[in-house]
């Protein structure tokens, strides 16, 4: 454990950036062998928007770095925050209680927020008007979004208490998990439901990227899959179910274009339907 805070602790740019282009190149390849849907799609072509926005989320991120790596400095040297103030904390303990609170703050908090403020849902909407889920769906996130997510993780290392090394090992886990969630890959339903218990698994994170009400508003983890158990947001969908997209901006081949995703954010507020369930 010691040997991997070290390393997170002083992870090289190059390597982040293998994390993010290896996982695409792995879960991409992988879809083209083990694929959920059969995409009637340019697969580059449906890449080039998703990939435009991964880029504005690592300018945006690597503009912000600094607040991140001066707030877990400060942490660090005061000993604030949650798991600086449990005594006697294992290394293990303090990592693996580092990393789940974040992904608490960080990715689930921060989700639940943007689909229950009309605003932030706006902002939201450009990551959900993938009409063709895939790995590269994953960093689908317009600018704004992308610093409304910094914010949230800034706040968590502020209340956790997390030095840059976990804040390093959660971005880390937090992209391969995001990546792997959104792949259009077709696990075995019995692998995929007992992953689920812990993790968040492909199945469960496409129930959330159902086009109607209730199902958007389900499912919101990243990481972990305890936190949408523990606050009642968990459903299940039969994938075979599953129609990617938003009712409200059914456009799929505007919703393929940045100029339009760009400006989606803006657009007057559309409530969207609700299909009731006896789930």
Known sequence: METIITYFETIPSLHRSLILVGGITLFWLLEGTLPLFNFKYKKWKHALPNLFFTLTTIVVNFGLAFLLVGTADWVSQHQFGIINWIPNLPLWAYVLLGVLLLDFIGAYLAHFVEHKVKPLWMVHLVHHTDHNVDTTTANRHHPLESIIRFAFTLAGVFIIGTPIAIVMLYQSLSLIA?????????????????LSYVLVSPDMHKVHHHYVLPYTDSNYGNIFSIWDRIFGTYMEL?????IYGVDTFPDEEANGKIGVLLKQPFHKYRKPTTVHTSD
């Open 178 to 194: 995001t990546q792997f969630t959104h792949a259009n890959i077709k696990m075995p339903k019995k692998w995929d439901k007992a």
């Open 238 to 242: 039969d994938r075979e179910n599953i």
